[in-house]
């Protein structure tokens, strides 16, 4: 009897050891290492109307999983398949199963760094975003085409521009077109420090109309450390009444920026945003100004310069006057210097 009981003892140990081992085993496959790429991580895009299936498809073609059936065997007990979330999914080397399984089913998305400067309109940004995000360009335009939304949020179609400030930005990849545009209202918000709005208060613009500035200076150089004087310059004419007389949203009007040379001719069309006929700022921006030319707007330097030209040396600098004749010095060196580089237009 006591031989017997001592084999069923051993007998036990050993099926516990199997049964150990066996577990072991099959806690090390769902734990373990699962991944069948070799590079760093790969970066999964799981669409918003994507099903579970889909995503298994996504997963193989991308080599995230080295045992299919052991995945979809682990999806289904943690009821993945029934909780598929959209985004952008970044896989490391050696992610386990059950790991994969846990960030796609809680959302554990990579957000995305969404860049945009030098637009010149919603169009433009509309096709920029949709670089970065989820909706295509289309979806993306046409709620920043709807004027419904431009008056909601306190905006008409020619100053909705200007509530969008550029930058780079951190979105979830599967943001909504309207998501994104309350992210930027709130980032808007969030720009206009009170210290701004006094700023503004101080040279007698509310914050649209600064925004319609700092696009006709973004527009007027190429040399940012210039553009404080430059805003001088129209902060001074409209403090006297004299029309902006600039040239970018004379281009505006005309509807082609790449003119370098204007004529006399183009200063009739008729055109709010002719500030050679019409007194006073344009009704909204001609571009979307950045960060900096709002500042250089906000804090223009104080002169007396009513005029200026851009230098004859090309350079990208200007040369600015206080009166008319001496203006008109500047103008004709300028003319000269692009006779010269045979720029008529």
């Known amino acids: 009897m006591g031989r017997w009981v001592r084999w069923v ?148 179609p020619e100053t909705f521009i200007g509530m969008f400030i550029p930058d780079t930005y951190e979105f979830w990849w599967n943001t909504t077109p309207a998501k994104f545009v309350e992210r930027m209202r709130k980032e808007h918000e969030a720009f206009w420090t009170v210290s701004r709005l006094a700023k503004a208060d101080a040279i007698g613009l509310k914050p649209g109309k600064v925004a319609t500035l700092a696009s006709i200076v973004q527009a007027e150089t190429v040399k940012p450390d210039e553009s404080p004087r430059i805003a001088g310059v129209y902060l001074n004419r409209l403090r006297i009444g004299m029309p902006l007389q600039a040239d970018p949203t004379l281009k505006f009007a005309l509807g082609d920026r790449a003119i370098r040379r204007l004529l006399n001719v183009d200063k009739q069309i008729d055109s709010p945003y002719n500030t050679y006929l019409y007194t006073g700022l344009p009704p909204g921006p001609i571009n979307m100004p950045e960060r900096r030319f709002i500042d250089a707007v906000l804090d223009a330097e104080r002169h007396e310069f009513l005029y200026f030209c851009a230098r004859e040396d090309l350079s990208g600098y200007s040369n600015f006057a206080r009166t008319y004749d001496q203006h008109l010095v500047n103008a004709r060196r300028y003319q000269r210097a692009l006779d010269q580089q045979g720029i008529m237009r």
């Open 9 to 156: 003892l051993i007998f036990l140990v050993l099926l516990a050891l199997i049964a150990a081992v066996l577990g072991w085993m099959a806690w090390r496959r769902i734990n373990g290492p699962g991944t069948a790429f070799t590079e760093e991580s790969r970066v999964l895009l799981i669409p918003s109307s994507a099903t579970y299936e889909q995503v298994v498809d996504s997963l193989r073609a991308e080599g995230a999983f080295r045992d299919e059936e052991l995945f979809r065997l682990v999806a289904e007990r943690k009821k993945y398949p029934s909780r598929v979330k959209s985004g952008r999914y970044r896989i490391v080397r050696g992610t386990s199963l059950n790991d994969l399984v846990d960030m796609l089913r809680s959302g554990q998305q990579e957000p995305v760094r969404v860049t945009f400067t030098n637009i010149e309109d919603l169009p433009e940004l509309a096709g920029r975003v949709a670089q970065y995000l989820e909706p295509d360009s289309l979806a993306m335009l046409e709620l920043l085409a709807d004027t419904t939304l431009m008056r909601s949020l306190g905006h008409s």
